[in-house]
């Protein structure tokens, strides 16, 4: 793909081994991958942005790969104005927003999803347990939705299956101290 890029916004609540993962493979397909946090409006994070913003920089320092870029600039609640801000920064031929198969099936609700799709393409990740159905299929056709499926393959890891675990071995090397010296992400149910 030439003049290429990939757009992944992330909660990263907090970043994870997957998360490593996609943003290494994105580097192999992308001529740029750009990633920031933000707040997905049907999610509760457990962790302020500030924090989940500082982890994913540190990820993308750590992984040292000039074709992966952070850039919290670009962050807004909602994926349009991601987009339109992307836009304003980088300007190339193709920008592709990468999205996981759980959460496509929610971009027909998104705001303003008919300019969206005016403005990107939908690069999506598969996720274990979450195929993308063929009725998505059909109203990504019908919608005229442009897409791809990815053949990138991830561990079968999200970052709400650590907060219920903290098995740390989930998460990159580089967060593993920060977040423990931090005392981020521990549980908040009371033991007796």
Same mark, same amino acid.
């Given at each position: 793909m030439k003049n290429s890029i990939a757009l992944f916004g992330t909660s990263a609540d907090p970043p994870t081994i997957g998360h490593k993962k996609i943003l290494e493979e994105l580097s192999e397909i992308y001529t740029l991958t750009i990633s920031?946090?933000?707040?997905?409006?049907?999610? #509760?994070?457990?962790?302020? &942005?500030? &924090?989940?913003?500082?982890?994913?920089? #540190?990820? &993308?320092?750590?992984?040292d790969n000039p074709k992966i870029l952070f850039n919290q600039e670009i962050s807004s609640l909602w994926a349009v104005e991601s987009i339109k801000n992307c836009k304003k920064i980088y300007e190339f031929d193709n920008l592709d927003f990468v999205i996981g198969s759980d959460l496509i099936k929610d971009i027909f609700g998104w705001k303003d999803f008919d300019k969206i799709i005016k403005e990107i393409s939908f690069f999506i990740i598969n996720r274990e347990g979450y195929p993308v159905e063929s009725s998505t299929l059909k109203m990504l056709e019908t919608y005229k939705v442009k897409f791809r499926i990815s053949t990138i393959e991830i561990p079968n890891i999200s970052s709400s299956k650590f907060r219920l675990n903290l098995n740390f071995s989930n998460l990159p090397a580089s967060l593993i101290d920060i977040i423990k010296n931090n005392n981020l992400y521990l549980s908040s149910k009371l033991v007796e």
């Open positions: 920031y946090v933000s707040n997905n409006p049907h999610k #509760t994070h457990k962790e302020d &942005i500030s &924090i989940r913003s500082h982890l994913l920089k #540190t990820l &993308i320092e750590d992984l």
